[in-house]
C-alpha cells in the first residue's frame, strides 16, 4: 500500500540521513519515478523532504525533523514485541536499553493498537535454548562486540575441539550470529571465512590494525557460506537401528541432529521401528547405548562390535568389587 511505502521511506530517511533514489527504489521494489513521485506527496503532506542530483546527491529530510512511529500497524507492533524475547540482548548487555526502546515504543503506539502489543508480551516467549542442554560456559562478549562495532582486527587465543590447548589466530570480524543459544564469532582468517564459537574464547584483544574484510561480503554472505557447509558436511558412517516404539519420542530429540532418515511404520518385529543416523565416526556411535536394550544397532558391523566392545567394558567394570582401575583395556576412549 502507498500509506506503508511512505511511512518506510519516511523512516529510511530519518534513520540514513541523505539516501538515493535508486536505493530506495531498491529496497521498497518500485520504480525511481514512483519514488519521486511518493516524495512529491510527502512533501505535499508537510514532510520537510528534498531531493539533490548529482553524483553525490540523493533524498534527504531536513535537519533536526523527526517523526514518531504512530504508523505502526497493529501486526507491526505485536512483531516488535515477539522480536524482543528472542534472549540475545542480556548476552550482549542490551537488556536495560531493550526495556527503555520497548517502553519507547509502547508509548508512540496508536492507542488501539497497545493493549495488543501488552497480550503479546505476555502470552509469546521465545526460548532458544535447546532442552537438557546443560549448564553453558561463561561467554564474555564485551572484547568481541567492540571489535565488531569498531572495525578492528583481532587476536584470539582459541581452543578447537580436540585440541589440547588454545591456538591463537588473527582474525577479521564480520559480526556475532546467536543459533541455537551458542554465539558464533564470524570471521576470516587468511582471507577465508570461519567460525569461532564465543565459549571457546580463551582470550581476545582487539589489535589497532582495521578489520580487513573482502570486498562486498557482508555477514550474512559468510554466515550463509560456513553454515552450507555445516549442514553439508559429507556423512562419516551411517548407522541403521531400530527402537522401540516406547522410546521412539524420546530417541528422536536427543538424536535429531543425527538423523539422516526418520522412521517409519515398519519395523523389524512387533514394536520395534527402524530409523538411520549419521555420525562423524565409528566410536561417536556410542551415544546409542544410553537407551539399553531399547535400540540396537543393525548396521554396519563396524558399529555394532564397536558397541559390543564398549558394553563389555562397563560389564567388566562393574563386575570388579574392589574399585580398582582397569589396565590394558583394548577399547578406545569415548570420543
Known amino acids: 500500500m502507498k500509506s506503508d511505502r511512505l511511512l518506510s521511506i519516511l523512516l529510511l530517511l530519518q534513520t540514513r540521513g541523505r539516501v538515493p533514489a535508486p536505493e530506495l527504489a531498491e529496497r521498497l521494489e518500485v520504480s525511481v519515478r514512483t519514488i519521486y513521485r511518493d516524495i512529491e506527496a510527502l512533501s505535499a503532506s508537510g514532510v520537510p523532504v528534498y531531493a539533490e542530483r548529482g553524483r553525490h546527491g540523493g533524498i534527504e529530510l531536513l535537519p533536526g525533523f523527526r517523526t514518531d512511529v504512530t504508523g505502526l500497524t497493529a501486526d507491526e507492533s505485536r512483531a516488535l514485541f515477539i522480536l524482543a524475547a528472542q534472549g540475545a540482548h542480556a548476552a550482549l548487555g542490551l537488556d536495560a536499553a531493550l526495556g527503555s526502546a520497548l517502553r519507547k515504543v509502547m508509548a508512540a503506539l496508536p492507542a488501539p493498537h497497545r493493549p495488543a502489543a501488552e497480550v503479546t508480551s505476555r502470552r509469546i516467549l521465545v526460548d532458544a535454548t535447546r532442552w537438557k542442554g546443560g549448564p553453558q560456559p561463561a ?24 585440541d589440547p590447548g588454545p591456538t591463537t589466530h588473527t582474525v577479521d570480524p564480520y ?4 543459533k541455537a543459544g ?11 571465512p570461519r567460525l569461532f564459537r564465543a565459549d571457546r574464547v580463551r582470550s581476545a584483544t582487539v589489535l589497532d ?19 552450507r557447509q555445516v549442514e553439508e558436511r559429507p556423512a562419516g558412517v551411517e548407522v541403521t537401528v531400530r527402537v522401540r516404539r516406547e522410546r521412539l519420542d524420546m530417541f528422536l530429540r536427543m538424536n535429531a541432529p543425527a538423523l539422516v532418515e526418520l522412521p517409519g511404520g515398519e519395523g523389524h518385529g512387533e514394536g520395534w521401528v527402524t530409523a538411520r543416523l549419521s555420525y562423524p565416526s565409528v566410536p561417536a556411535a556410542r551415544q546409542l547405548l544410553a537407551f539399553s536394550d531399547r535400540v540396537e544397532v543393525l ?25 580398582s582401575p582397569m589396565v590394558n583395556s583394548q577399547v578406545s576412549p569415548v570420543s
Open 299 to 323: 548396521a554396519p558391523p563396524e558399529v555394532r562390535e564397536e558397541l559390543r566392545a564398549a558394553a563389555a567394558s562397563v560389564t567388566e567394570l562393574y563386575q570388579r568389587t574392589d574399585g
Open 182 to 192: 551458542v554465539w558464533y564469532l564470524v570471521a576470516d582468517r587468511r582471507g577465508k
Open 175 to 178: 559480526g556475532l550470529v546467536a
Open 209 to 227: 590494525d582495521p578489520v580487513r574484510r573482502r570486498p562486498g561480503v557482508e555477514l550474512a554472505d559468510a554466515w550463509e557460506v560456513l553454515r
Open 139 to 162: 561467554v564474555d562478549l564485551d572484547t568481541l562486540q567492540d571489535a565488531v562495532f569498531t572495525d578492528r582486527r583481532l587476536r584470539l587465543r582459541y581452543r578447537h575441539s580436540g
